[in-house]
C-alpha cells in the first residue's frame, strides 16, 4: 500500500489540488481512497493540533496531544482494500504564518511527522511519500497577504 500525505503549504494551490481530486473521485475511486477535511471530518482534530503546535507554548503538552490525535485520527481511517491512500489537508503543517504570532512553518518539522508515524502504526509496511508544494516567493506573498486581509480579527474597526 502506498500512501501519499500532501500536508501544504498554504497558498500554494492546495485548495486546487483538493478540489481536482474530489471532482474526480469517482474516476479515481478503483486506485486511491481520497482524504481530505471535506471528506474526512475526522481529521479535524488531528488539524487542529497541528494548528495548535505551531502557535507554541508547553511543547511537551501539545506534542503530547498532537501524537494523541494523529493516532485518533490515523486509526478511524477505514481504507478501502486493494487501493492507495491520498491525504491532503495545509493544516497539517500547522497555522498559516500570520495568523496567531506564527511567522513562519517550524512547527511542521514535526507536525508532519507525528502524521507520518500515526499513518506508519496504523498501515504498518506502507510506502509513505509527504507532498509539500510551494510557490515563487513573491506570488505567495500576495496571496498570503490577501487571504490574511479576509479575517475579521485583522480589519480595523470604525470607532
Not at 66 to 87: K, N
Request: charged letters at 20%; zero cysteines; aromatic letters at 6%.
Amino acid at each position: 500500500m502506498r500512501i501519499l500525505l500532501h500536508g501544504g503549504f498554504h497558498k500554494t494551490g492546495t485548495t486546487s489540488l483538493q478540489a481536482a481530486l474530489v471532482a474526480h473521485r469517482a474516476a479515481l475511486a478503483p486506485y486511491v481512497q481520497i482524504e481530505t477535511l471535506r471528506r474526512n471530518p475526522g481529521m479535524t482534530r488531528a488539524t487542529e493540533a497541528a494548528r495548535a503546535f505551531s502557535i507554541g507554548g508547553d511543547k511537551a503538552a501539545l506534542e503530547a496531544a498532537l501524537e494523541a490525535a494523529m493516532q485518533v485520527w490515523a486509526g478511524g481511517i477505514d481504507r478501502a482494500e486493494g487501493r492507495d491512500l491520498v491525504i491532503s489537508s495545509e493544516d497539517f503543517a500547522g497555522h498559516m504564518p500570520g495568523r496567531h504570532g506564527v511567522v513562519d512553518y517550524r512547527a511542521a518539522v514535526v507536525t508532519i511527522p507525528a502524521a507520518v508515524a500515526a499513518l506508519a502504526a496504523r498501515f504498518p509496511g506502507a510506502e509513505i511519500t509527504v507532498l509539500l508544494t510551494t510557490r515563487a516567493a513573491a506570488p505567495w506573498l500576495t496571496s498570503l497577504h490577501w487571504q490574511l486581509a479576509q479575517h475579521p480579527e485583522l480589519m480595523l474597526k470604525a470607532r
